[in-house]
């Protein structure tokens, strides 16, 4: 539900479809644009309001969903609430998150995270390795061809037992430990804490 500016106008429109996500994403947008219709959407420009973005992610083998939402401050009471009955609702939605984002920023994701209902990851596969995903860590988009993409750079980078891989900016690790079974070691180098605990528990 993002905003469209102008100098002369501000208003909230409503996205019922996107090609790039699985159309489950928007039966869930659909139903939270009536259960959040108390909540009041956050103005970038003055600061006002609550509710920043909503953040869906699915596992694309597992078919596990996470819904996380974005507020401006700490709603978790009349979040959980709202949780519950989507979960009931959508059998595939198995973890309800809330991230606070309390800065003046178009950054999506502020620092502080915490369930509401549900687990507090969601679990896919990719090239086979069993992933761990929380809401800060970066995974793909279209699995289907990330897992053509990196069996091709295996094959092509050719990875022996006897060396030594760095994984830089490896989110949840997932391209490393795709070549993990080749190499003797693989390093994964990454800055968000959440990514580097879903890699470790990945590994």
Do not use: W
């Not at 800065?103 to 992933?131: A, F, H, W, Y």
């Not at 793909?140 to 050719?158: C, D, I, P, S, W």
């Not at 993990?180 to 180098?189: C, Y």
């Amino acid at each position: 539900m993002p905003y469209q500016s102008t100098d002369r106008l501000r208003c909230l429109f409503s996205l019922s479809d996107c090609r790039l996500q699985p159309p489950v994403f928007a039966d869930i947008l659909t139903r939270c644009q009536t259960l959040l219709a108390d909540i009041p959407p956050y103005d970038e420009q003055t600061g006002q309001g609550i509710l920043r973005h909503l953040f869906l992610r699915r596992g694309y083998h597992s078919g596990e969903i996470m819904l996380c939402f974005v507020t401006a401050k700490d709603i978790a009471l009349q979040l959980t609430t709202i949780g519950m009955q989507l979960m009931q609702e959508f059998p595939d939605l198995v973890s309800v998150m809330q991230n606070v984002n309390a800065k003046r920023t178009n950054v999506i994701l502020g620092q502080e995270t915490s369930c509401l209902c549900g687990k507090d990851t969601i679990s896919d596969t990719l090239c086979g390795i069993p992933v761990t995903l929380s809401p800060q860590s970066f995974y793909q988009v279209n699995t289907a061809q990330a897992e053509r993409l990196f069996t091709e750079a295996k094959r092509l980078g050719n990875p022996q037992p006897h060396e030594l891989l760095l994984d830089l900016y490896c989110g949840a690790g997932a391209i490393g430990l795709s070549m993990a079974d080749s190499a003797r070691k693989v390093i994964g180098v990454e800055i968000v804490p959440q990514a580097v605990e879903d890699a470790k528990k990945t590994a």
